[in-house]
């Protein structure tokens, strides 16, 4: 990956109010608080390698994750490009270990097969509806079930399922997401902003619980790692 990048992916821990952000082949893990700025820096940046020795030598820790979400205790699946992997990443205690794959994102969801997001997902978020994610490529999503593998809902443009995100930056695509430890409230990331939400699982009712913001703003104790450049 080449330029200046500031989240490319991010997925919750199992460890309350933690979550892990990368950017690159780099990551941080941060304790956040939400609707405040009292959040803690949990690690240094770092390597992908260092803090998840099981992907040293693939494309998560070479090229970077460029998406994740969690699923069940500590797992996770991650992204790079068309590649995908289901991790159980062992927080804080690197005895992290790849669980399926790494794989085509079409092997490991075969509904995505000849769709937008064979090709990569820019963001992921799990729903508070039983097995679902929301996947975003582009200015599409989708709700796929991570157990069953089969897609639960065909593809629409964010600013149809998300009426709230229309005339945002987000309405064109989302860079970054994760479902935050408070029921139902989803932060979104794109370029060097972002914003939270309260999410409406199956609905149209989501609102935004503040402006959209700078991230460095947002989230101080950021500032001077972000963004991240060759």
């Not at 803690?40 to 020795?53: I, K, M, Q």
């Not at 099981?54 to 494309?59: H, K, Q, R």
């Not at 690197?94 to 085509?104: A, M, Q, S, Y």
């Not at 914003?195 to 503040?210: C, E, F, I, N, Y």
């Amino acid at each position: 990956m080449s330029g200046t990048v500031y989240i490319n992916a991010a997925f919750p821990s199992s460890m309350p109010f933690q979550v892990y952000f990368f950017m690159k082949n780099k990551y941080v893990r941060l304790y956040y608080t939400p609707g405040t700025t009292g959040e803690e820096l949990l690690t240094p940046l770092e390597l992908v390698s260092a803090g998840f020795p099981s992907l040293a030598g693939t494309p998560f820790a070479e090229q970077g994750i460029d998406c994740a979400f969690n699923t069940e205790g500590s797992e996770a699946y991650i992204f790079s490009n068309k590649t995908c992997a289901y991790i159980d990443y062992a927080p804080n205690t690197g005895n992290d270990r790849i669980l399926v794959g790494p794989t085509t994102i079409a092997e490991m969801f075969p509904d995505l097969k000849n769709t937008v997001f064979a090709e990569g997902v820019d963001g992921a978020f799990r729903s508070t509806r039983d097995k679902e994610v929301y996947i975003f490529k582009g200015n599409q999503y989708a709700r796929i079930d991570y157990n069953t593998k089969k897609l639960t809902q065909r593809f629409y443009e964010i600013s149809e399922g998300f009426p709230v995100l229309k005339s945002t930056i987000f309405e064109n695509g989302i860079d970054a997401c994760f479902a935050s430890h408070l029921e139902n409230e989803v932060y979104l990331f794109k370029g060097d902003e972002y914003v939270r939400m309260k999410a409406d699982p199956h609905g149209s009712q989501d609102t935004l619980l503040g402006d959209v913001t700078l991230i460095v703003e947002g989230w101080p104790v950021l500032k001077g790692i972000l963004p991240v450049t060759d």
